[in-house]
């Protein structure tokens, strides 16, 4: 088969062309994905401290400044690591529209872990969860309950510890 054909002697220069227009379209695509795609850890409009509350004995409540609480319990108790949890989360005194779970670990980083829960109607939200296996015996978590609400994102701490058998 003659090179004309197979189209392998094509100049050096349209090589270039097409590999400048690869790496234009890449980064492109990025740009596009780091502008469009939901931040990672969002900027709420209402952040409140950390609850004063243990979710390894019990689910907790937090009160929002300016009205309205937000509940969060986790079962199976005590929290188990690489199991699946369920995740439940009240919302009441604003309208929620999308609430999401995000777990932290509070002396190592684990990775992303947010989980997005299912509306079920009168501001109470639930859906399965996981927690990612550490390597220490005992580990200090955050759970944070990001809920869009009228008021914008609200961002709601939990605090509580695994441990192993």
């Known amino acids: 088969m003659n090179d004309v054909v197979t189209g392998l002697n ?20 990025v740009g596009l994905a780091v502008r469009y795609a939901p931040p990672l850890h969002p900027e709420p409009a209402v952040a409140v401290a950390v609850a004063d509350c243990d979710l390894a ?28 949890l369920a995740l439940e989360v009240d919302v ?4 929620a529209t999308r609430v999401e779970v995000d ?3 509070i002396d190592m980083n684990m990775g992303f872990n947010r989980f997005v829960l299912k509306h079920r109607g009168e501001g109470r939200f639930s859906g399965p969860g996981v927690l990612p296996v ?18 914008g994102m609200v961002a709601v701490p ?8």
Do not use: H, N
Not at 10 to 29: D, I, K, Q, T
Not at 58 to 84: D, N, Q, Y
Not at 134 to 151: F, G, H, I, K, L
Not at 158 to 165: A, G, I, L, S
């Open 57 to 84: 004995v019990k689910a907790c409540r937090s009160t929002l400044p300016g009205g309205g609480t937000v509940g969060l319990a986790i079962t199976p108790l005590p929290i188990p690591v690489m199991e699946r």
């Open 134 to 151: 550490c390597t220490r015996d005992r580990m200090s978590w955050q759970a944070t309950v990001y809920a869009t609400t009228e008021r």
């Open 10 to 29: 094509r100049p050096a220069g349209f090589r270039s062309v097409v590999w400048g227009a690869l790496v234009v379209l890449l980064f492109g695509a």
């Open 158 to 165: 939990f605090r509580f510890e695994t441990v192993r058998p």
């Open 92 to 95: 009441q005194g604003l309208e």
């Open 103 to 105: 777990f932290a670990g």
